[in-house]
């Protein structure tokens, strides 16, 4: 096997002149768009929209040489900031869900969730078939590019509902909480679509089998991640908080979890932030994890992380 190597020098140069402009210019802009009474994650994509090709880059190309990505080891090490990004929004999140609550609230969220999948992908599959034909891949098949415009039309990007309810100061409300609960199935829901989009894009054959196996993937995800995933934190969190002396223990127990069901999420071709939410919310309910862990967390994630993921999503705009 081949020892790994660093980055280029000139790659990992821009990387940390990115992530200063970036993370300078989203918090700048967020804070901005909170005093005119906006969820400062408006201000941190329009960042993202306003440094890179739409705007700044587009009109001094010498100066976004240093901003987008101009070669592809360059854009992986964007993207795995922005990644670390998302993952530690959604794990804020989860350990603000409420399950209770949730329950008490399931009929609507699951209508909330039903009525915004069956509306935005029979509207976008619509859009997709009276789209033009040079929007097409070369030698595309209209009815796959129909369905993948009525799938990504479907998804509802929750790491941004959970930013703006946040930013609103709902997270821990009702409508919040079943806004997240509905927009977190959509988003379940609109991943197994994509797989099969995906298949029938790449000409597999795409069978009931495959379709149940993705399906069967997401239940026993959850199934694992409640029974045994539950057992498996309370008593990796009773041990390290009895038999490890370390001050910042409990922290990196956090972080080392949401990783890891991020990797599981991800190796069963679901999203890795899918991973980091489920790990929010069985860490939520342990009892023992002290607020000072949640707080750590959170000024980590909203402080420096989410601003960057947003910041790039608005970058990636032309």
């Known amino acids: 096997m081949d020892v790994f190597t660093a980055a280029a020098?000139?790659?990992?140069?821009?990387?940390?002149?990115?992530?200063?402009?970036?993370?300078?210019?989203?918090r700048a802009l967020g804070?901005?768009?909170?005093?005119?009474?906006?969820?400062?994650?408006?201000?941190?994509?329009?960042?993202?929209?306003?440094?890179?090709?739409?705007?700044?880059?587009?009109?001094?190309?010498?100066?976004?040489?240093?901003?987008?990505?101009?070669?592809?080891?360059s854009g992986y090490l964007l993207e795995v900031v922005s990644l670390i990004g998302a993952m530690f929004l959604l794990l804020i999140t989860g350990?603000?869900?409420?399950?209770?609550?949730?329950?008490?609230?399931?009929?609507?969220a699951i209508g909330v969730s039903l009525g915004g999948i069956l509306v935005t992908f029979s509207s976008g599959f619509l859009l997709g078939q009276l789209l033009p034909e040079f929007l097409l891949a070369e030698g595309g098949s209209r009815l796959v590019f129909a369905l993948f415009v009525g799938t990504a039309m479907s998804i509802s990007a929750i790491p941004v509902?959970?930013?703006?309810?946040?930013?609103?100061?709902?997270?821990?409300?009702?409508i919040g909480q079943t806004i997240i609960a509905a927009g977190m199935s959509d988003d379940t829901i609109g991943w197994i679509l994509l797989s099969v989009v995906a298949g029938l894009a790449s000409g597999e054959a795409v069978t009931a089998?495959?379709?149940?196996?993705?399906?069967?993937?997401?239940?026993?995800?959850?199934?694992?991640?409640?029974?045994?995933?539950?057992?498996?934190?309370?008593?990796?969190?009773?041990?390290?908080q009895d038999r490890v002396a370390s001050r910042e223990r409990l922290l990196t127990l956090v972080v080392v979890f949401t990783f890891a069901w991020g990797a599981l999420t991800q190796a069963l071709n679901l999203e890795a932030v899918l991973g980091a939410f489920v790990m929010g919310i069985l860490f939520g309910t342990m009892r023992r994890l002290p607020e000072e862990v949640h707080h750590k967390l959170e000024s980590v994630a909203l402080g420096i992380f989410a601003?960057?993921?947003?910041?790039?999503?608005?970058?990636?705009?032309?």
């Open 161 to 174: 509902i959970a930013k703006v309810m946040m930013d609103l100061g709902l997270m821990r409300r009702d």
């Open 209 to 240: 089998g495959s379709v149940l196996w993705a399906v069967g993937s997401v239940v026993a995800f959850m199934i694992l991640s409640f029974t045994l995933g539950r057992l498996l934190v309370r008593q990796a969190l009773e041990f390290v």
């Open 31 to 73: 804070e901005i768009a909170g005093r005119l009474g906006q969820p400062s994650v408006v201000g941190e994509i329009l960042a993202g929209i306003l440094l890179g090709p739409s705007l700044l880059s587009g009109l001094v190309p010498a100066l976004g040489a240093w901003i987008v990505p101009q070669t592809a080891v």
């Open 95 to 108: 350990l603000e869900t409420d399950l209770a609550l949730i329950r008490r609230h399931a009929r609507t």
């Open 9 to 26: 020098h000139h790659d990992v140069l821009v990387l940390l002149v990115q992530i200063a402009l970036l993370l300078f210019a989203a």
């Open 307 to 318: 601003p960057i993921f947003f910041a790039v999503a608005g970058l990636k705009v032309n």
